[in-house]
């Protein structure tokens, strides 16, 4: 059985090979990944078997960065190091933030809702 990242030898549309530039978000999560890489809190291989384990319908709908959000929220909750409630009053505080100011969508934010 193929995992969502297996995709070699599949049809697919094509592929845009422009660098983008990253957005503030973006550089924060690779950040962070960079720092609890260094410290040995989650290895390159766990975090490759988290993303990977997102199942075929969120890998593919979600982003690169989007995909290495939801891996990284659910590795510090099995490690005991943030809890689920905590990480999820933060989302909606951000949220609530960024609907406020205009930043978010929140119909389409509900349409796309994993």
Do not use: C
């Amino acid at each position: 059985m193929r995992g969502p990242h297996d995709v070699g030898g599949l049809p697919d549309g094509p592929v845009d090979p422009e660098t983008h530039a990253l957005t503030f978000w973006e550089k924060q999560i690779d950040a962070l990944r960079g720092v609890i890489g260094a410290k040995k809190i989650v290895l390159t291989d766990e975090n490759r078997r988290y993303v990977e384990g997102l199942g075929h319908d969120a890998y593919d709908r979600l982003t690169y960065y989007q995909r290495w959000t939801a891996a990284l929220s659910r590795q510090m909750v099995d490690k005991g190091i943030l809890p689920q409630d905590e990480i999820d009053a933060r989302v909606a505080e951000i949220r609530e933030r960024l609907a406020a100011d205009g930043e978010l969508d929140i119909e389409a934010l509900a349409r796309d809702r994993i």
